[in-house]
């Protein structure tokens, strides 16, 4: 249900899908769908919880297999390329919910929140010699590149599209690693 929700959420503006869609998605009955949920706002809210989730616990794999002192511009990449492999729930995280209720807007901001402290904890491993406060502002940096690069890879925009999908990516590795470590870039 949620995975049929997401899809009709990714490629259409959410407030246009009715619970009649996403059951007739999911293969099953609107009651079915409102036995388990009050809302088509609230499969929304659930799909994009699932979401953020896997999303965080992805980020934490990425630091826990980081080298110390290495490029921080990799697990960026393989980040970006997980999102890529998620497409439809990134497309309804980053782009189609934007605004669409108080707590879509509450699950985005909270899953930032996690977001930063684990990229924080990616920029203690890969520079011993950060302070908090600088690791904290780099890890707004790679969050605020991590995000415009997810949405321009999901819409395919002008930018997305001119470089193509692999400078792309190696692009936004190298602009990680420079974020990260300006003496190195």
Do not use: C, N
């Amino acid at each position: 249900m949620i995975e049929a929700a997401t899809e009709l959420f990714a490629t259409q503006p959410p407030d246009e899908v009715t619970v009649a869609d996403i059951a007739a998605r999911a293969e099953m009955t609107s009651a079915a769908v409102y036995y388990h949920f009050s809302s088509k706002d609230q499969v929304l809210a659930e799909g994009m919880r699932v979401f953020a989730t896997a999303l965080r616990e992805q980020v934490q794999a990425l630091t826990e297999a980081h080298r110390p002192g290495a490029d921080v511009g990799p697990a960026v990449t393989a980040l970006l390329a997980w999102l890529g492999e998620h497409r439809s729930a990134a497309t309804v995280f980053f782009v189609t919910s934007a605004g669409m209720s108080q707590e879509a807007e509450a699950l985005r901001q909270e899953s930032r929140t996690e977001l930063l402290a684990e990229l924080v904890r990616l920029i203690h491993k890969a520079r011993e010699d950060v302070s908090d406060a600088e690791a904290a502002v780099i890890g707004l940096g790679l969050l605020a590149l991590l995000e415009t690069a997810a949405i321009s890879q999901v819409r395919g925009d002008d930018v997305y599209r001119s470089l193509g999908h692999r400078s792309f990516v190696r692009e936004v590795g190298r602009l990680a690693g420079r974020i990260a470590d300006p003496a190195a870039g």
